[in-house]
């Protein structure tokens, strides 16, 4: 059973960062998709930014919303996925939750394409 184990996230000031982590109970396979997702209360639970690695290449992906803002690194030796967010808004507040699936997926931004969630972590960012 693959575990998923979010740290990070809290609370600050608009124009702040914040740097969430998701860390694997077990290695990060060769083809995979991890993603980050935000729900905010009444609302569907959106992509934020998902990798996802084959042999042949990967693809990453990052809503509108974020770009330039977020980025999502990982390092593979701690099976730990990153989402770096900078210049925080307070429209990003909401509930992040890492995903992942160990095997190449068809729609990264998708619900339904992962296996594995994290447990969910709360940001807050006030003006």
């Given at each position: 059973q693959v575990q998923l184990v979010q740290a990070g996230g809290g609370s600050v000031q608009a124009?702040?960062?914040?740097?969430?982590?998701?860390?694997?109970s077990t290695f990060i396979h060769q083809s995979y998709c991890m993603a980050w997702f935000r729900q905010v209360s009444g609302k569907e639970r959106e992509a934020v930014a998902t990798i996802c690695n084959r042999i042949g290449g990967?693809?990453?992906?990052?809503?509108?919303?974020?770009k330039g803002r977020f980025t999502i690194p990982q390092d593979?030796?701690?099976?730990t996925l990153y989402l770096q967010m900078n210049s925080l808004?307070?429209?990003?507040t909401a509930?992040?939750?890492?995903?992942?699936?160990?095997?190449?997926?068809?729609?990264?931004?998708?619900?339904?394409?992962y296996k594995y969630w994290g447990q969910g972590t709360q940001v807050t960012v006030s003006s």
């Open positions: 124009g702040g960062s914040l740097r969430l982590s998701c860390a694997a990967g693809s990453t992906y990052y809503a509108d919303s974020v593979t030796d701690k099976n808004k307070p429209v990003d509930m992040y939750y890492c995903a992942a699936s160990w095997a190449w997926v068809r729609d990264p931004t998708a619900n339904e394409e």
